[in-house]
């Protein structure tokens, strides 16, 4: 079973660029939590998805990001238009079904130049 | 809000001591507590959940405690090794179901 699988690893994008960055749940899980890990601070709660359906978003942004976790496929955190200030680890995590121990992928680190 | 604080913010020790490190947080209605070691530019390892029914977890050198009506959390590291040197990371689970985290305390144990 293999762990929650977060691509790409790193992203380097231009201001102005779009910036998509997938997330896949263990095997089994249908809960996805994101979060954003901005350069020395600490990790922020963004948003809590379902299977096609946004449970919290209240950590999100409320411009330029948006978040979706389809029926089949990966979930995506979509950041339109990046700036520099967007700059960081995101990471997410995966439950069975939001009560239990949650499980981190790697993150992507996103670096906007 | 909740809101979670680590101290200390940064730990040195020489190999083989056991230490202490502490969480607190600021409202007690928590689902569970979870504690995470952070590597640098890696991704979060959980080492311990303790539910809110729980007072303690234990694996291996590690033992994690949890005083809930003081808003309190301890992780106990026996016998330090510089493998063991990482942040670690306690993080609390309302209602809502995400965590929130603390600011960490980034361990170096020295050889």
């Known amino acids: 079973n293999a762990g929650v699988m977060q691509n790409p690893r790193h992203l380097v994008r231009r201001r102005g660029q779009e910036a998509r960055l997938r997330c896949s749940p263990m095997?089994?899980?249908?809960?996805v939590y994101w979060y954003r890990q901005l350069p020395e601070e600490g990790l922020k709660f963004m948003v809590y998805l379902q299977k096609e359906n946004i449970i919290d978003e209240s950590g999100m942004p409320k411009e330029r990001f948006s978040a979706e976790f389809p029926k089949e496929g990966p979930s995506i955190l979509r950041i339109q238009q990046v700036v520099r200030g967007d700059s960081a680890a995101y990471f997410c995590?995966?439950?069975?079904?939001?009560?239990?121990?949650?499980?981190f992928g790697q993150g992507t680190r996103l670096t906007v130049v | 809000k909740q809101e979670v604080t680590q101290i200390p913010a940064a730990l040195s020790v020489p190999e083989g001591e056991n230490l202490v490190l502490n969480c607190s947080f600021t409202?007690?209605?928590?689902?569970?507590l979870q504690w995470f070691r952070q590597d640098p530019g890696k991704g979060l390892t959980s080492l311990l959940l303790i539910q809110s029914s729980q007072r303690e977890q234990t694996s291996g050198r590690l033992n994690a405690s949890l005083d809930k009506s003081s808003g309190r959390s301890t992780l106990y590291i026996a016998a330090s090794q510089p493998g063991d040197s990482a942040t670690y990371l306690c993080?609390?689970?309302?209602?809502?179901?995400?965590?929130?985290f603390g600011s960490g305390t980034q361990l170096t144990v020295l050889p």
């Open positions: 409202d007690s209605a928590i689902y569970n």
């Open positions: 095997k089994g899980h249908s809960h």
């Open positions: 995590a995966s439950s069975p079904d939001g009560n239990t121990e949650a499980f």
């Open positions: 993080a609390v689970s309302g209602s809502a179901r995400q965590l929130t």
